[in-house]
């Protein structure tokens, strides 16, 4: 973005003055400024109408009395590009295009003619709802609207009007900073939006609904940007594209697509990636409101043995840690519970001191001391509406609770069972406390999951050396498939191990085995079999040389049977690999918009049965890549399942991004490598197997 649109990007969000421009949605958009309660300037153009909702009118742009800062543009799309073009002389700061008619429809030429009127111009859309600015009271939105701040909150940006509007509508009371529906995103996209949020200090954490992004390398550098100032970033990605056409013959395409590409993006650049939109705001309200943990102990407090094991239940299954409390702990709480109250965590601490905040706020304390807590959460369903005699024991509890959290430094949150049992009321009075109020308990500890997880990525970015940034760049088109001895060669010069073999025709198979020794493997090499176990063209395990004619002849026969036209004489003899620790699919490949990347997962003949895979975008730091490996299951099996040895992780790893190393410089020779299997030792890595594509001569 340039400094001049950069500068007209803030205009824009923060305007002294809008002038709306349009008829009868024009008119609309009045109303929701003047409903927002924005205190500028506001004009109308029209040359048919004397005013819009009691805006007096100016017949054409050229007459507004100087250059608005922000525009609201809702007129014909024949007469967009002349009034940009306009309004770009005269030194307008930015527009929101309400105008559809372009891109969406497939008319790509008026959009390159509006985009190229915009100039310098912060322009939204078009075809969009608006931006609104909670801070400022300054709206420049299409429908009504709902949607509140307490002077701070989090900056959304959707590619969806209509989601926009129903987060704006939601009765979640979510801290809202701005809210930005960015369509068909010709001049500002996501990356704009989300690299300017992150400098605003009202913006506590910026959630981002992706459809797709247009730039992933600008993304990059915006979310980083994010990460380092401390302001969490949540996305709901929506949609998956189809991966390309150059992928098809690998396993790789099964295991890692489009949605793989952008989990990897986001786990390289500490987004927080989230499934649902509940979880969408639930997340930012979190964050928002209580911050992100500095550690991961949480400590749980209930006034019922059932919500205690809800927490426990969802917790373990998402691997967040209650941690138990200790001999001293247990002593002090003991003394401070009723007699049917049991120590635990999740607590329980019943009926009995329920509501009576100079009974619970020693508890609360107490367990948080004792537990070492890094976050604290209560469950509390609060009665429905007309039913508030006991409202006030609820109350008591929470303000214990909350200064309990307060005194201990503990990010602090107080969920509901069922969503719809936090009123509005109590949801802005525990916001006021500093507690985040929460609608779900599997939403809570997701939220509370993944604001650990960000605290972690963080504290590893500011730590460890970030990798070069991403290189997306163009991708060899329809590539040839190399037979597995020109591939293991190729893989040689890459200083990656294969077995001892060789090549030879049928007559020449025995004294080849010999020279290896036996036990061998037989592999028919030919261009037509990518998959050769499918086809019958792999043997293993050949003891002698009458197995290996044996062998030759079922092979030759499986494979015609399999495809006339693959058949060769042209064997691939090798020594058996001993068993491995482990057997991975280890890949790598690029793709036109994300660039290089790395495909790690459990190998063999079950890799797309149990689809056990991570994607890791390079260049990744050897961290990067051991953190993948560790996060397979078969990982179990390096870390000394049963009694096995245990592998050399961190050798592993490099050796594994000495590869990633290799294709990277070789990145305009190869378009595919995978490996698979890739037998995996105590401390080195072995490819039994390889498909390599590389450019056509």
Same mark, same amino acid.
């Given at each position: 973005m340039t400094p001049a649109r950069r500068e007209n990007l803030e205009r824009l969000l923060k305007p002294r003055h809008i002038a709306?421009?349009?008829?009868?949605?024009?008119?609309?958009?009045?109303?929701?400024?003047?409903?927002?309660?924005?205190?500028?300037?506001?004009?109308a153009v029209n040359p048919k109408r004397a005013d819009l909702d009691g805006v007096g009118c100016v017949p054409?742009?050229?007459?507004?009395?100087?250059?608005?800062?922000?525009?609201?543009?809702?007129?014909?799309?024949?007469?967009?590009?002349?009034?940009?073009?306009?309004?770009?002389?005269?030194?307008?700061?930015?527009?929101?295009?309400?105008?559809?008619?372009?891109?969406e429809t497939g008319d790509t030429q008026s959009e390159r003619d509006l985009i190229e009127a915009a100039g310098d111009m912060a322009l939204i859309g078009p075809n969009c709802y608006g931006m609104i600015n909670y801070i400022d009271d300054a709206a420049l939105w299409s429908f009504e609207h709902g949607g509140w701040s307490p002077g701070y909150g989090a900056a959304i940006v959707t590619q969806s009007g209509?989601?926009?509007?129903?987060?704006?509508?939601?009765?979640?009371?979510?801290?809202?900073?701005?809210?930005?529906?960015?369509?068909?995103?010709?001049?500002?996209?996501?990356?704009?939006?989300?690299?300017?949020?992150?400098?605003?200090?009202?913006?506590?954490?910026?959630?981002?609904?992706?459809?797709?992004?247009?730039?992933?390398?600008?993304?990059?550098?915006?979310?980083?940007?994010?990460?380092?100032?401390?302001?969490?970033?949540?996305?709901?990605?929506?949609?998956?594209?189809?991966?390309?056409?150059?992928?098809?013959?690998?396993?790789?395409?099964?295991?890692?697509?489009s949605s793989e590409l952008y989990q990897a993006l986001f786990d390289r650049t500490g987004v927080i990636d989230v499934t649902s939109p509940s979880q969408f705001l639930e997340t930012l309200k979190y964050l928002c409101v209580a911050g992100a943990p500095q550690g991961r102990r949480v400590a749980g407090f209930t006034c019922s043995g059932g919500g205690a094991t809800m927490l426990a239940d969802h917790s373990e299954r998402i691997g967040v840690c209650f941690?138990?409390?200790?001999?001293?702990?247990?002593?002090?709480?003991?003394?401070? =519970?009723?007699?049917? +109250? #049991?120590?635990? $965590? !999740?607590?329980?601490? &019943?009926?009995?001191?329920?509501?009576?905040?100079d009974k619970t706020y020693p508890v609360f304390a107490t367990a948080l001391s004792a537990l070492n807590a890094d976050l604290a959460v209560l469950v509390q369903d609060y009665p429905a509406e007309g039913l508030d005699a006991?409202?006030?024991?609820?109350?008591?509890?929470?303000?214990?609770?909350?200064?309990?959290?307060?005194?201990?430094?503990?990010?602090?949150?107080?969920?509901?069972?069922?969503?719809?049992?936090?009123?509005?009321?109590?949801?802005?009075?525990?916001?006021?406390?500093?507690?985040?109020?929460?609608?779900?308990?599997?939403?809570?500890?997701?939220?509370?999951?993944?604001?650990?997880?960000?605290?972690?990525?963080?504290?590893?970015?500011?730590?460890?050396?970030?990798?070069?940034? =991403?290189?997306?760049? +163009? #991708?060899?088109? $329809? !590539?040839?498939?190399? &037979?597995?001895?020109?591939?293991?060669?190729?893989?040689?010069?890459?200083?990656?191990?294969v077995p001892n073999g060789n090549v030879c025709n049928a007559a020449e198979a025995a004294g080849v085995a010999q020279d290896i020794g036996y036990p061998v493997a037989l592999k028919m090499m030919s261009p037509s079999l990518p998959h050769k176990t499918e086809a019958g063209a792999v043997a293993l395990g050949i003891k002698d040389a009458e197995g290996l004619s044996s062998a030759i002849q079922v092979m030759t026969a499986s494979v015609a049977a399999y495809d006339r036209a693959a058949v060769t004489d042209r064997f691939l003899i090798e020594a058996m690999s001993p068993k491995p620790l482990a057997e991975l699919i280890v890949t790598l490949r690029s793709d036109p918009q994300f660039g290089p990347s790395l495909v790690i997962g459990s190998g063999g003949v079950l890799t797309e049965l149990v689809r056990d895979a991570r994607t890791v975008l390079l260049p990744a730091s050897k961290d990067e890549i051991e953190r993948a490996l560790c996060s397979l299951r078969v990982a179990r099996l390096l870390e000394g399942y049963r009694g096995s040895q245990k592998a050399d992780i961190p050798r592993i790893s490099d050796a594994l991004h000495r590869v990633c190393a290799a294709f990277l410089e070789a990145r305009s020779q190869v378009a595919e490598v995978e490996i698979n299997p890739m037998f995996v030792y105590l401390d080195h890595i072995v490819a039994v197997d390889a498909l390599i594509q590389v450019p056509r001569s």
């Open positions: 709306f421009i349009g008829g009868r949605d024009a008119t609309i958009a009045v109303r929701e400024a003047r409903r927002r309660g924005f205190q500028g300037q506001m004009w054409s742009i050229s007459d507004l009395p100087e250059p608005p800062d922000a525009v609201y543009l809702a007129i014909p799309a024949a007469g967009v590009t002349d009034a940009l073009r306009e309004l770009e002389q005269m030194g307008a700061g930015g527009v929101v295009c309400f105008s559809a008619g372009f891109k209509m989601f926009s509007s129903d987060i704006t509508m939601s009765a979640r009371s979510l801290p809202m900073a701005y809210m930005v529906s960015a369509g068909n995103q010709a001049v500002l996209g996501i990356e704009e939006f989300l690299d300017a949020f992150a400098e605003d200090p009202a913006v506590r954490a910026i959630g981002l609904h992706i459809e797709g992004l247009r730039d992933i390398v600008a993304f990059e550098r915006a979310a980083l940007k994010a990460l380092d100032r401390g302001v969490p970033v949540v996305a709901l990605k929506t949609g998956n594209s189809a991966i390309g056409a150059t992928l098809t013959v690998s396993h790789t395409g099964s295991l890692s697509g941690p138990k409390v200790g001999s001293a702990g247990q002593e002090s709480l003991t003394s401070l =519970l009723p007699e049917i +109250a #049991t120590v635990s $965590n !999740p607590l329980d601490y &019943t009926t009995p001191i329920w509501g009576q905040g006991s409202k006030i024991y609820y109350q008591n509890d929470a303000a214990a609770f909350a200064q309990a959290a307060q005194e201990h430094s503990v990010p602090a949150a107080i969920c509901a069972t069922l969503p719809e049992n936090l009123d509005r009321g109590t949801r802005r009075h525990l916001i006021e406390l500093g507690v985040a109020p929460m609608q779900g308990i599997h939403e809570t500890l997701n939220a509370m999951r993944d604001a650990i997880w960000w605290s972690e990525a963080r504290a590893r970015t500011r730590r460890v050396d970030r990798p070069a940034a =991403l290189r997306p760049g +163009a #991708t060899i088109r $329809n !590539p040839v498939v190399l &037979t597995e001895d020109k591939g293991k060669s190729w893989l040689g010069q890459m200083a990656v191990a």
